[in-house]
């Protein structure tokens, strides 16, 4: 149990457009879930957390304009970048909270590596 | 915040011989401590946790310890293969009610030597 899907798992773009990437949590319901951005080479840098209902929060020096967030139901997140530059070039990875073991563990999507040409 | 270090950044050993990589956190009040395995282009896999009211646990040939008074855990790997050749990170999570987010380690690239 507790398996996250996303989509796509790679994207290429030309600078200036749009991209949207989604995560699911197909066998339970995940009110609340977690993009990261990873670029080579280094660790996992939360973005956002996104809460079933509500506005998501995102962490200090992300920008919510660029990277809007909209968790519309209990198994859907959606992450789209907006204006996409080269910068944004990354392997953006979400993950939803869920109890399987008694607590609150992530589990984590599979990734979306995106390139901005 | 959480402040999580973690160390050595690279690490290699003989096939069979056993690995250790450690890490350190800020938050005493931190109660969950993951350790996960990412292969390249993967998705981070859990490989092995630790809740803070218990000093050590093991699974087959990994085991991780956690000492709360200096505020660090480390991950042991016996019996090292090739397949354990991976990047570990290692995570903290403070409570917060609910709304408990995931502080990562900067990684370590393991390499095992056949």
């Known amino acids: 149990g507790a398996v996250v899907s996303q989509h796509p798992s790679w994207v290429i773009c030309k600078s200036g457009t749009s991209v949207k990437i989604e995560c699911r949590s197909l066998?339970?319901?995940?009110?609340?879930m977690f993009w990261y951005r990873q670029f080579p080479k280094q660790s996992l840098m939360l973005m956002a957390t996104s809460n079933e209902g509500s506005k998501a929060t995102y962490e200090q020096g992300v920008e919510k304009d660029k990277f809007l967030i909209n968790h519309a139901s209990l198994t859907l997140s959606t992450l789209t970048v907006t204006s996409a530059h080269p910068e944004d070039s990354s392997f953006y990875i979400c993950s939803a909270r869920h109890v399987l073991r008694g607590y609150n563990e992530q589990f984590f999507g599979p990734g979306t590596r995106l390139t901005v040409l | 915040g959480e402040n999580v270090e973690q160390h050595p950044s690279t690490l290699s050993v003989q096939e069979g011989d056993s690995a250790v990589i450690k890490c350190t956190y800020s938050d005493s009040a931190s109660n969950y401590f993951p350790w996960y395995k990412q292969e390249l282009g993967k998705r981070p896999q859990l490989i092995i946790d630790?809740?803070?009211?218990?000093g050590e646990k093991k699974d087959q040939r990994i085991a991780v310890t956690l000492n709360k008074t200096a505020k660090h855990f480390s991950l042991h790997i016996t019996e090292t293969q090739p397949e354990d050749s991976a990047v570990y990170f290692c995570?903290?999570?403070?409570?917060?009610?609910?709304?408990?987010?995931?502080?990562f380690g900067t990684g370590t690239r393991l390499t095992i030597i056949p």
């Open positions: 995570a903290a999570i403070p409570p917060n009610f609910g709304n408990e987010k995931l502080t």
């Open positions: 630790i809740r803070s009211n218990v």
């Open positions: 066998d339970f319901q995940a009110t609340t």
